[in-house]
């Protein structure tokens, strides 16, 4: 399978426990998404990366939440000191290179991590 | 919060009907995209159509858009059960952007 991985697809976990979700893109896909969905509404952008720079960050990324993606291929998300409004399915997706000024990005996503709070 | 908004939120129909979600957003834009959920699982990219695009068609799939009401449409012919999932529009946030700003989207069910 070629499509975007994620790594675990469940997590359950206790208040103020730290987790670390992991994502592989396709290959041959420099940008790198990762989305929050919660139950009944669409995804909500987190971040993303162009390569190995993360380019934007949303407000809802606090402090407590890093994301990194060191050589350009991977990613991984972790939230520190977990919280019972985290639980959510966290998603990645992925995109090729685009044509310079084009924002036609179709996003490739995976099957989504979902965290358990509890 | 969620921009842009899908109408119905939930649809139920028949089987070998035809369905038809409806998608209205508030700034300008260069893309809209359709993308599709099973429960629990990941988003499907169905179809991206262009703001000087007026229709679009991918099989069963017929989206339009109308930038003049800022609105578009995803209609899917011949239901079958297989179809049954969440569908959503999204666009990115402003021209040139990549971050994609999705609506709440449309339960769709098809009976049997």
């Known amino acids: 399978d070629t499509g975007v991985s994620q790594d675990p697809r469940h997590k359950i976990t206790k208040r103020g426990q730290n987790v670390t979700f992991r994502c592989d893109p396709i290959s041959e896909h420099n940008r790198l998404y990762w989305y929050r969905q919660t139950l009944g509404q669409g995804p909500e952008f987190l971040t993303y990366f162009q390569n190995e720079a993360q380019l934007e960050k949303s407000r809802l990324l606090s402090d407590r939440f890093s994301a990194e993606r060191p050589k350009g291929s991977f990613s991984t998300l972790e939230i520190q000191r977990t919280e019972q409004g985290d639980s959510a399915m966290y998603l990645c997706a992925s995109s090729p290179p685009g044509v310079q000024g084009s924002s036609y990005n179709e996003q490739f996503f995976g099957p989504g991590t979902r965290l358990t709070v509890l | 919060s969620q921009q842009g908004e899908e109408d119905p939120q939930a649809l139920s129909i028949q089987e070998g009907e035809n369905a038809t979600m409806n998608c209205s957003y508030k700034t300008s834009i260069n893309n809209l995209q359709w993308y599709r959920q099973n429960s629990g699982r990941g988003l499907v990219h169905l179809i991206l159509?262009?703001?000087?695009?007026r229709e679009k068609h991918s099989g069963r799939l017929r989206v339009t858009l109308d930038t003049s009401k800022k609105s578009s449409s995803l209609l899917i012919t011949a239901s079958r059960a297989a179809d049954t999932a969440s569908y959503f529009c999204?666009?990115?946030?402003?021209?040139?952007?990549?971050?994609?700003?999705f609506g709440q989207g449309t339960r769709l069910t098809i009976n049997p």
């Open positions: 159509i262009r703001s000087n695009e």
């Open positions: 999204a666009r990115p946030l402003t021209q040139g952007a990549q971050k994609l700003v």
